[in-house]
Nanobody
Framework: QVQLVESGGGLVQPGNSLRLSCSVSTSLSGLHPLRWYRQPPGKDREFVAQLDSRNRTNYAGSVRGRCSISADNTKNTIDLQIKNVKPEDGARYFC??????WGQGTQVTVSS
């Protein structure tokens, strides 16, 4: 069974950048779409970004233009970068592959 482990969370100041990584226990081949979701405190989980098997990306409107999703097939990792972080980016971020497999998440707190 595929296992996902997110890392890179922590305290981020508004305006700075954050970079998260998802380590995947197997090859990324066949696991697309590769996605990131987030769950703000007290709210439902929401889609953030997607990378499909043709290397096409899709982003939520709230992060479009500030966000980048990428995958490293040699390291089996899925990375997420958000620039110009805003307070509303504070959430627990989850990695998701092939629709149904989730990691435990990594917490991002945005505060000055």
């Amino acid at each position: 069974q595929v296992q996902l482990v997110e890392s890179g969370g922590g305290l981020v100041q508004p305006g700075n950048s954050l970079r998260l990584s998802c380590s995947v226990s197997t090859s990324l081949s066949g696991l697309h779409p590769l996605r990131w979701y987030r769950q703000p405190p007290g709210k439902d989980r929401e889609f953030v970004a997607q990378l499909d098997s043709r290397n096409r990306t899709n982003y939520a409107g709230s992060v479009r233009g500030r966000c980048s999703i990428s995958a490293d097939n040699t390291k089996n990792t899925i990375d997420l970068q958000i620039k110009n972080v805003k307070p509303e980016d504070g959430a627990r971020y989850f990695c998701n592959v092939h629709f149904t497999t989730w990691g435990q998440g990594t917490q991002v707190t945005v505060s000055s």
